[in-house]
C-alpha cells in the first residue's frame, strides 16, 4: 500500500468543495467492487443489498463477463469509466463513457488486468467496435436500473446527511477544518492531502481545487483518478471510515441534560443513519432505538425520512448546535 499525496495552493484551498449528490458511475464501479471482493471482509449493512440482487442468471453473466472485467476489484480500472459528467447524473454520465475517445479507451483499457477468461472481451472493447461499445452502454444502464435505482434513496440520503455534515463544518472552521476532520479515511498535513492508494504518488493540483465527493459503497479506502491530468476528485467513505468532528462531540453534560444513551445516540446520527444503525451502535434492540429517535425527534434535535424499508435520521440544525455546545473541554 502507497500513499498519494495531493497538494494544494492557496487557490486550490479556495476551490476545494464537497459535491452535494452521489456519483452514479462511482457507486456503479464501486458496488461492482463489493460484489467481487470476499464477503466476510465486507461490512454487514451491505448484506441486505446483495441478497436484494435480482438473481436470475442473465443478470449476474452480464456482470460476470462484460462490467466485471472493466471494473476489476482491488486494482486499475480504466478512469474514463468514472467521468466528472457523472455528477450531472447517470444518463450524462454515460453518454460521456459512451463517447470517449477510441484512442484513450485503449490506453486505459491496456493498463487493466482482467480477471481469468475475460481477456477477449477486454481487448476486443479497447478495439472501439460501435457494437462492443453499445454492448457495454447496455450493461451499464441494466445494472444502474436493477441494482442501484431501487436503492437510490437510500444511497442519496447516505450522501446528503454527509454532505450537510461536512459543509456545516466548513462554515464553522474553514476548509482546513473540514479537510482535517475527515481523518482516519484522509489525513490533512497542510498543504498535503494523503489518501492511501496502491502505489506512492504525487498529484499537484496547481490552482484547479479538488472535487470530495462522498461515496455510499466506497467503505474501504477513498480513492482518486489514475490521470493527474483529469480533474481531480476523491471519493471517499460517507459515515463510515470518516470521523465525526471533534467540534461536535457530545461530553457529560449532554449525558446529564438527556440522558447517556439518548446522548450517545445523537452522537451516532451526526454522520446519519438508520433505526438499525443507531441499534447496532448503542447495542440495544431495533425498537428501542426506535423509541429514542422518536424522543429525539419530538424535541427537535433530528429528522427522519422513510427509504425503502428503511427510515433514515439526521441531525437537525438544533442537534447539531447541541451537540457543539455540551462538547467536553479540553
Known sequence: MGTVRIHFTAADLARTHIAPEPDP???????????????PRQPQYFAQWRASLPSDEGFRQMIRTTLAPAAPAGAYFPDFMTPIEGLAGF????????STPRQRMRRELDLVTPPRGSAAWIAALANGRPADIATLGTAMQTY???????????????????????TRLHSDEGI???????????RWEPPVLEVNGPTSRDIHLNGRGLTLIPSYFNWHNPMTMYDPELPPVVIYPSGRLGCVPQSVAPGKGLADL????????????ANGCTTSELAAALSISRSTAS?????LRGAGLITTERQGLS??????????????GCRSPG
Open 25 to 39: 458511475l462511482w457507486e456503479l464501479m464501486l458496488s461492482l467492487h463489493l460484489l467481487q471482493g470476499e464477503k
Open 91 to 98: 444518463s450524462v454520465g454515460l453518454e460521456t463513457v459512451l
Open 144 to 166: 444502474y436500473d436493477r441494482a442501484l435505482a431501487p436503492y437510490w434513496p437510500t444511497i442519496r440520503a447516505r450522501v446528503r446527511a454527509e454532505y450537510l455534515l461536512r
Open 176 to 186: 482546513s477544518g473540514l479537510l482535517g476532520s475527515l481523518r482516519p479515511a484522509l
Open 258 to 269: 438527556i440522558g447517556s444513551t439518548r446522548a450517545a445516540g445523537l452522537e451516532a446520527i
Open 291 to 295: 423509541e429514542h429517535a422518536t424522543v
Open 311 to 324: 427510515v433514515w435520521h439526521s441531525l437537525t440544525a438544533l442537534g447539531t448546535a447541541l451537540l457543539r
